[in-house]
């Protein structure tokens, strides 16, 4: 059930009308409403998904009382142990195996050995990766005596199931959601229009931004080889659009649902295509992974209390981590290095004082700090053809007919700049809001052009449903 579809309007529909009807007074009533219909969301597109996402949450929930219960060293690393093995191996079976199995056969076959590869067939459910870490943080919060474990299974399952963020996130964090589904939810006319007008926002990118560059992406990549230089690097601008139209328009959606339902849910975008350098694009983009890697990855290994050497180590390892999080190809894994590395440059770079290029690592002036943002969203676009190509090696194949004489002729596609640059526009307009269509302080005519314009744009762009690129990761 895609959130652009009708089905999915029907199913919300019930969802809310018996929320505050049945639940209006009762937590217990709203939480058994939430989990129900979280678990038919989810079995709607494959019902065995069910089993993995009980196995999951239940394997957590109990592994946390027993750390609760316990004050031996030893048994606590166990009890992880098992939290650790039993997620990351359903993560690892859907997700990584062929892709290993793969590069150990290509691996000894170098060295004379003859392996014959049968790919084991595997649909990766949906959302897996998602709330497997939304999962492990509990379990990793428990035992660092962050939070306390929860001893109420409704609470827990729906924390992990809640339907508005299961499939791509945000990556929410329990001790956050809990307290959340412990108290009796009251519906907040305001919090509530806001929830509208973020939902609206969301299908907006989806459907005008994300959609809509999908089809011209399909096309460019398709025949990249007979295009010229300047359509490919247009290509490469759309893919960019496509995929934060995509993701961050879920987010949208999902935050706003959640504000329907009474539970706040974190920010997951804040206008990356305005930082100005790559530490401000990772504070802007895809923030609940940005995060989960810091805490539960990049801290364990020392963070920066380590040697300037091992804190840029543990930075590059974040950063292949990341790429190897979104999927179990070669193209994830470069992707990731990539922006490790162009991380690490400017991490050091940034730290020569008498250093001033175009204000990419100072705080500079409108112009600077102009070009500064258009600098990182062109790396940022063009490191974005290895998320989008099958190989590495047609990545680079894309690369080589992009760079080019014909670089610097008109593009083929460049109808969708007209959609494109007036939705930058008002996305700086509106950078100090939580979002962008935040406009609750706006004169009421104001609002509703910007409404009707919105639903116009909408209903002129939406032709058949397109799945959402995060649902395969």
């Known amino acids: ?93 859907f997700k990584y195996f062929n892709f290993f199995i793969g590069s150990f056969i290509e691996k000894f076959s170098f060295a004379g050995f003859v392996f014959t590869r049968n790919d084991v067939s595997f649909i990766l459910p949906i959302g897996i990766s998602f709330y497997t870490l939304q999962t492990l943080s509990y379990t990793i919060d428990v035992y660092r005596k962050h939070i306390p474990a929860t001893r109420n299974w409704v609470e827990f399952f729906t924390y992990v199931s809640f339907f508005p963020q299961l499939a791509a996130g945000p990556i929410e964090r329990a001790g956050k959601m809990l307290p959340q589904f412990k108290v009796l939810r009251s519906f907040d006319y305001t919090a509530a229009k806001d929830g509208m007008r973020q939902i609206l926002l969301g299908l907006f990118k989806k459907i005008v931004i994300a959609d809509a560059c999908g089809r011209q992406v399909d096309l460019i990549f398709s025949d990249y080889q007979n295009l ?172 080589r007919h992009l760079w080019s004489p014909s670089l610097f002729t008109i593009p083929q596609h460049y109808s969708k700049v007209f959609i494109l640059l007036p939705f930058i526009l008002f996305e700086w307009y509106q950078r100090d809001q939580t979002h962008a269509l935040q406009i609750g302080n706006w004169k009421t005519w104001q609002r509703w052009v910007t409404y009707y314009l919105f639903m116009a744009l909408i209903s002129y762009y939406f032709t058949t449903e397109r799945s959402y690129i995060y649902f395969q990761f």
């Open 1 to 93: 059930m895609l959130f652009n579809t009708l089905d999915f309007g029907i199913f919300f529909s019930i969802v809310f009308a018996l929320y505050w009807t049945l639940g209006k007074k009762s937590v217990k009533a709203q939480n058994y409403i939430l989990l129900l219909a979280s678990y038919f969301f989810y079995g709607y597109w494959d019902w065995w998904f069910l089993i993995l996402l009980f196995i999951s949450s239940a394997t957590d929930f109990l592994v946390a009382i027993l750390l609760d219960q316990t004050s031996s060293a030893r048994r606590r690393k166990l009890l992880l142990s098992i939290s650790l093995i039993v997620n990351l191996g359903l993560l690892f079976s």
């Open 228 to 399: 010229n230089g300047s359509t490919l690097f247009i290509g490469a601008i759309y893919f960019l659009f496509q995929v934060y139209g995509d993701f961050s328009g879920y987010s949208d959606m999902a935050i706003g649902m959640g504000r329907l339902f009474g539970l706040k849910l974190s920010q997951n975008f804040h206008y990356p295509f305005l930082a100005k350098n790559p530490r401000e694009l990772w504070q802007r983009w895809h923030i609940s992974l940005t995060t989960w890697f810091r805490d539960y990855v990049y801290i364990p290994l020392g963070g920066n209390r380590q040697s300037e050497f091992r804190t840029q180590v543990n930075l590059l390892i974040v950063f292949l981590l990341s790429g190897l999080w979104h999927g179990a190809y070669w193209t994830f894994i470069v992707w990731g290095a990539i922006h490790g590395v162009v991380f690490l440059f400017h991490r050091n770079l940034s730290t020569l004082k008498p250093l001033k290029i175009m204000g990419f690592f100072q705080k500079s002036t409108r112009l600077t700090g102009f070009i500064s943002a258009l600098t990182v969203f062109i790396y940022f676009s063009l490191s974005a053809v290895f998320f989008r190509s099958a190989t590495v090696s047609e990545a680079l194949d894309y690369f």
